[in-house]
């Protein structure tokens, strides 16, 4: 294999300078050899670091994956123990069992499991990596871009390509960097697979961190086993919803990319320290596009759009679980009433969930929004039974939009599709749609103008 990168010499070649091209460099400040050197430094470097994400994707998905688990490694992680197991195991079934009695939705989880976590970045790795590759996509384009372009004159861009080509895969490292930091610290607060409000777990897997769970505990002193059963509701709860409203999980994760895809990347800091950068020294490069990245949205139509979608249908699992699930616990266990307010608090002083999609796809989620959609479930339990609210989640367009949120009793008494919930023939709405041609009238069940409720 020759030793000779993308056709040029390297120093001490030992090449007649008749036999070498011309240098086309010099306007750079520099010349060939040096270039041709640096791009050698540039692909040791980005060896050390790892290759792309796997599937092609812009982000070092194995990277962020080792950083992560590292970070919690350093603060202690360990493997969860048969007793542990057993116990998680026995409460996520008990749960199940409590939950036929507040839901119609029949138990989701066929695997209950324990996990690390370590293990619960392991499983819900590939759920991320949809959820955050649009954006990372946007980020290495930028970087790459922000370097690119005005450091290098028009006419060197051709043979400069297999260094922009390397800055684009470093991007790629140093925003699996920042995402596999994100997704350590998140690791090290999680109770389960379900604190996000995101399908995040296997299909038919419900699973809690008996660390996390430990954890969760501190201060309330309540038995660690009444901790853990709550939570198991929670999960069972959430696992639930995922398992049996197929429209669910495609509809949260679609709603989550698109807003993904209308995020801005802040550069400023990262140009900044571009500027008159030597674009000889690797490793100051490195150092340039290891500066935080700012994301921020875009005010478009279509990107609020996508926010108060992803928003509101975020806070309508949230508050069916939460409805549900304290239902179910109110008469059977004793704390239920300081476990409950433990979850609020924890939201409203911004917990992983907040935190962590700020920091992967800019998105920030509104407790507020929470609040108001559990106040909603509650209220439609009281007026349609568990069977008339569950029914909402058989058609999409059955859901509460934001504006229902915000008038829960408009909704409640003022929509006429509501008055037949309780015997609502979901295939039959589904029959009527697929026989028309065009989108819906406001007459429909459901309708709300031609745009989806929720």
Known sequence: MSDTPFGFNRPGDGDDDKDKPQDPFKAMGG?????????????DMIGSQGAPGAGGGPLNWDLAKNIA??????QGDPSVVDAER?????ALRLADLWLDEGTTLPAGIRNPEAWSRSEWIERTLPVWSKV???IASRMVESMGGALGSGEIPPEMQAMAGPLIGMVKQMAGAMVGGQAGQALGALAREVVGSSDVGLPLAPDGVGALLPAGVEAFGEGLELSEDEVRLYLALREAAHQRLFAHVPWLRSHLLGAVEDYARG???DLSGIERAIQGLDLSNPEAIQQALGNELQLTPEETPQQKAALIRLETTLALVEGWVDTVVNEVARDRLPGSVKLAEAVRRRRATGGPAERTFATLVGLELRPRRLREAGALWRSLTELRGVQGRDAVWGH?????NAEDLNDPEGFLHGKDEIEGLSDLDISALTEERGDESGGKGDDEPGGDGPEPRA
């Open 31 to 43: 010349d060939m050899r040096q270039f041709a050197d640096m791009l050698h430094r540039f692909a």
């Open 396 to 400: 999409p367009d059955l859901l509460p």
């Open 132 to 134: 955050c590759d649009p």
């Open 263 to 265: 995020i801005t990347v």
């Open 69 to 74: 688990r590292h970070s919690v490694a350093e």
């Open 86 to 90: 057993r116990q998680v195991q026995e």
